[in-house]
């Protein structure tokens, strides 16, 4: 299983750092983001061999920090923004798969049950 923690409530501005610990190794671990009526979005992955990727989007990427160590995979942000409320999912895989398309939901077997990180004005 995967199990986040280190949501909840902060102020717009600090900083937020989510952990996601997983039971075994795996190929692929991903952070994705989810509000209500929303697709999940992508924020970024760790792969191994080629490192962490974040997503494309620049108010989230210029902020946004993914990193690995050993099974834990980390999420900071800097400077929250109202916008970035939302349950925040873990993801994993082993298949090859996730190597291509790590951005998408699609190559995603394992799911965190997902974290609610609330940011106030």
């Known amino acids: 299983p995967l199990v986040e923690s280190g949501g909840g409530l902060v102020q717009a501005g600090d900083s937020l750092r989510l952990s996601c610990a997983a039971s075994?190794?795996?190929?692929?671990m991903a952070w994705f983001r989810q509000t209500p009526g929303s697709e999940r979005e992508f924020v970024g992955a760790?792969?191994?061999?080629?490192?962490?990727r974040t997503t494309n989007t620049d108010s989230i990427k210029a902020r946004t920090t993914i990193s690995k160590d050993a099974n834990i995979l980390y999420l900071e942000m800097n400077n929250m923004r109202l916008e970035d409320t939302a349950v925040y999912y873990c993801?994993?895989?082993?298949?090859?798969?996730?190597?291509?398309?790590?951005?998408?939901?699609?190559?995603?077997?394992?799911w965190g049950s997902g974290i609610q990180v609330t940011v106030s004005a």
């Open positions: 075994g190794r795996y190929l692929c």
């Open positions: 760790v792969i191994e061999g080629r490192g962490a």
């Open positions: 993801a994993a895989d082993r298949r090859s798969d996730c190597r291509g398309y790590y951005y998408t939901t699609s190559p995603y077997t394992y």
